[in-house]
């Protein structure tokens, strides 16, 4: 008998739960479930069965990895406990299984799951496989996940993760504040008004939603909640591109060892001034190896201007200019656009009229930079403002229009105020509503050089705000009070509890 049995309940529609799901739940010597907030659970109490939940943990733990490995703990220790009692000849003869019941698919984005597999045998475990998300939102989608979806779990997506060519989908975006987080990462490979797909409860009837949204406001829509999955497309022409089998990853992660504080001091002192020497010294001969037909050489040269190539991105990324990734982009996408009778429709007999099609494209180009009136113009004006805030002042920056350090920048904070409490001395609600948005924009200056983003922090704060009052109104109803009825002075206790409440939490 295995003394463990993880069970997945699938997406949340009962008639999805299989057969032998359902039979440990009802035949298990003791049922945990990670999360009570799972549609099927109303079904299983109607069943008759009878379980206990995790779900305290998630206020308990100061993130969640600790709920995870309090959770594994806690079943760990139930194991224990019975092992213990069966070698004393205890009680209970039905001692096992244990059953952990987990939504969708056990192995699918269940980091406990992942926990108890590593502390124990293997011969001690029975893993009973459900429906996942994945196949659901699939389905909700018409999208054939064997054609390369990329699957990733929003509470560990890292932009070195990311792959536009492929299609991928985001689990387990919990939250507002997730989907903020999953959003930042995502803008870091595709345009900002890339367009994805937010999905909720696939595969519960009665309750699945769809919403295909920009980038840019994923973390507007108020219903996501823990049953959330995004899909991100391909990027377009990137899509058809093969997983690369040269990647430049080991390069950059060398040149950037180098340039870190602790790597070559020699490295770390050059600039795009300092360097421009050896980039044309580097393509002379590669250009002599060509002269020579010496292709060991040729060979040997073109490492070497490429790594000129990647020491002057490792640079523009170092000062938040931009990255190889965004050189190998840009120049992609410009092959593409100038090459219509491959990627596109165009069709061009001979090389004459390659070289002619070559050049009326590069013309238009150069007329449409022509025709852009003003350096700020690609910047998109629907943006979050304080995100479109960040991306014009480090766009004004390149140009050098910026505060030497963040002194001056802080120093602003203080004059902005000045003027609208002057605004509002003068009760001038015009100028009030401008000096707010000054100032707005002085502290997303300050946010700036202090690399913080300005979006995700205020999301952040408004949450925790949100986190609070809804403490403050569960407290309240505990002791027969509504918020609406209580003093300030009464609220403010309340709050200030709230606030002591978070500090315990984070020192646990």
Known sequence: MKKLVIVGLGPGAFDLLSLK?????????????RTERHPLVSELRHQGIAFESFDFLYEEAGCFEEVYQRMADALLGEITSREKAEEEGKGEERRWPVVFAVPGHPLVAERTVQILLSRLKREEVEIVPGMSAVEAVCALLGVDPSAGLVIRDALALKEEDLDPRLPMLILQVYSQMTASEVKLTLMEKYPDDWEVDV??????????RRERVPLYELDRLPW?????????????????????????????????????????????????????????EEAYEVVEAIDEKDMDK????????????????????????FDINDVILKVTQKMVHRHPHVFGEARLRSSQEVLASWERIKRREGEEKKK????????????????????????????????PDVEGAWEKIGEEMEELRQAR?????????????????????????????AEAALTGTVDKFVERFRYME???????????????????????????????????
Not at 199 to 205: D, E, L, N, W, Y
Not at 233 to 247: K, T, V
Request: with cysteine; hydrophobic share 45%; net charge negative.
């Open 21 to 33: 799901a359902l039979h440990w739940l009802k035949n298990g010597a003791k049922i945990f479930l």
């Open 199 to 208: 999905v909720k409860a696939a595969g519960v009837p009665g309750e699945e």
């Open 224 to 280: 996501i909640d823990h049953l959330t999955s995004v899909y991100v497309p391909a990027f377009s022409f990137l899509s058809s591109s093969p997983a690369s089998r040269y990647p430049l990853d080991p390069l950059v992660e060398a040149m950037e060892r180098l340039l870190a504080p602790d790597g070559c001091p020699w490295d770390r002192e050059q600039t795009h001034e300092s360097l421009r020497p050896y980039l044309i």
């Open 298 to 321: 040729l060979e040997e040269e073109l490492g070497d201007l490429l790594l000129q190539v990647v020491f002057h991105a490792a640079l523009a990324r170092k000062n938040a200019y």
């Open 372 to 403: 852009r009136r003003f350096y700020m113009e690609g910047i998109p004006r629907s943006l979050p403002a304080l995100l479109r805030a960040a991306k014009v002042q480090a766009k004004a920056s390149r140009l050098g229009f910026d505060w």
């Open 425 to 453: 001395l003068q009760g001038d609600g015009k100028a009030i509503a401008e000096e707010i948005g000054d100032l707005l924009f002085a502290v997303v200056n300050v946010a700036r050089f202090l690399k913080v983003d």
């Open 474 to 508: 569960k407290k309240g109803a505990e002791a027969g009070k509504d918020l609406g009825d209580m003093s300030l002075e009464e609220m403010d206790m309340l709050w200030d509890e709230a606030k002591n409440f978070e500090r315990r939490d984070c020192s646990e």
